[in-house]
């Protein structure tokens, strides 16, 4: 999960996904699919989808200069008041690697996140933190004395995983009808490959990775998760 830089690079990564049935039933499973996640974060990855699928079709979303133009975060134009490169480059993805890999982590982690908050805490905590992450980032790069240019939803997705860390710690583990120590552990495993990947804006995972989690305790996304687990687990038991 990368906010890409210029000349970036993404180490390869191997997940094991659920199967689509093939023959008729693949459009049933993929429905099936669809209708199982949590609706602000499909409407969010869609979003992502959608910008890059029109991009793609204006121009070369590996070219540093035709994304500056389209809305990614470059730190002289913030500098220069144009502060809403902050959100929309949280939309922007530098091929196509880069989006699968942030829209696939996105699509577990933050239906874990938002079915166990719900949606407004859930939008706070990705927008919000997202924001956080790119503002850290760019007064990192200022700081250094950098103009880059930048873009991607991972570092609102790190403030999922943020938020999603302090609950699992504040609630031992628990989390709905998720496990919360294989969350944690793809959680790691995130932190890890970003860290080690190049061309990575680690600033902004690092600033929302800190933001999702302060976010999640003013929020009570602990105490709201933990009531959603109460919930599942007398389901259960009726069931």
Same mark, same amino acid.
């Given at each position: ?42 409407? &969010? ?17 590996? #070219? ?7 809305? =990614? ?28 890999? #942030? ?21 706070? &905590?990705?927008?919000?933190? !997202?924001?956080? !992450? ?7 790069? &200022?700081?250094? !004395?950098?103009? &880059?240019? %930048?873009?991607?939803? %991972? ?43 190049? !061309?990575?804006? #680690? ?7 800190? =933001? ?14 933990? =009531? ?12």
């Amino acid at each position: 999960m990368q906010c890409m830089q210029v000349a970036k690079r993404i180490a390869n990564t191997r997940l094991d996904l659920p199967k689509i049935a093939e023959g008729g039933n693949s459009m049933e499973e993929i429905k099936s699919f669809l209708r199982s996640r949590q609706p602000v974060n499909l409407i &969010i990855a869609a979003a992502n989808i959608l910008v890059f699928l029109v991009l793609s079709f204006l121009g070369d979303t590996e #070219n540093a200069a035709f994304m500056a133009a389209h809305g =990614a975060s470059v730190t002289a134009y913030v500098e220069q008041g144009e502060y809403y490169r902050l959100f929309t480059c949280m939309f922007l993805h530098f091929g196509l690697e880069h989006l699968f890999y #942030n829209m696939l982590v996105l699509i577990f982690l933050g239906d874990a996140l938002e079915e166990a908050v719900g949606k407004v805490r859930y939008l706070v &905590i990705y927008l919000g933190g !997202g924001l956080i !992450g790119n503002v850290v980032s760019v007064l990192i790069e &200022i700081q250094k !004395g950098e103009s &880059i240019v %930048s873009a991607g939803a %991972s570092g609102a997705i790190f403030s999922v995983i943020g938020a999603l860390v302090f609950i699992v710690l504040k609630n031992h583990g628990n989390l709905g009808t998720y496990s919360g120590k294989r969350l944690v552990l793809m959680a790691v495993l995130s932190i890890l490959q970003s860290m080690t990947a190049t !061309g990575v804006d #680690n600033s902004a995972h690092i600033g929302g990775f800190a =933001a999702g989690f302060v976010l999640a305790f003013l929020l009570g996304a602990a105490k709201k998760a933990a =009531a959603h687990t109460d919930f599942v687990d007398k389901e259960r038991k009726n069931f």
